[in-house]
């Protein structure tokens, strides 16, 4: 599997767990830590953890190993490492809050949502 089909993985995943407001932005030539970080939320703590989870567990299942994932336990930002794609899981209060997609505003969004359903 490539970068690419890690990426429809793991929104897949986050779909699947009803993400809200999935965004994808591509970090290539931008950032030295990703190619593409995958930005949504739930809106509970358990949502959270249950988007976070699904992703590590599907890109688990097709043979990508989950470098680390932070912030877990208090479900506010979890962080789910895949190597080249990282997904930022925020709970709802907190995603205005830190607005990755403006602090990353010159990473072009990639449209994925053809490619999840």
């Known amino acids: 599997m490539n970068e690419r089909e890690l990426l429809i993985t793991a929104a897949k995943a986050a779909d699947d767990k009803r993400a809200e407001d999935m965004i994808v932005l591509n970090m290539k030539g931008i950032s030295l830590v990703a190619d593409y970080f995958l930005i949504c939320h739930g809106n ?42 990282v997904a930022h899981v925020f709970h709802r209060d907190e995603r205005s ?13 990639e449209n994925v949502e053809s490619e999840i359903q």
Not at 97 to 109: K, T
Request: glycine share 8%; net charge negative; proline share 2%.
């Open 44 to 85: 509970s703590d358990k949502q959270v953890q249950a988007i976070a989870r699904e992703m590590k567990n599907k890109a688990e299942e097709h043979g990508y190993d989950v470098n680390r994932m932070e912030g877990f336990d208090e479900a506010k930002w979890v962080l789910v490492d895949m190597g080249n794609v």
């Open 97 to 109: 809050y830190y607005n990755l997609e403006r602090l990353w505003g010159d990473a072009p969004i």
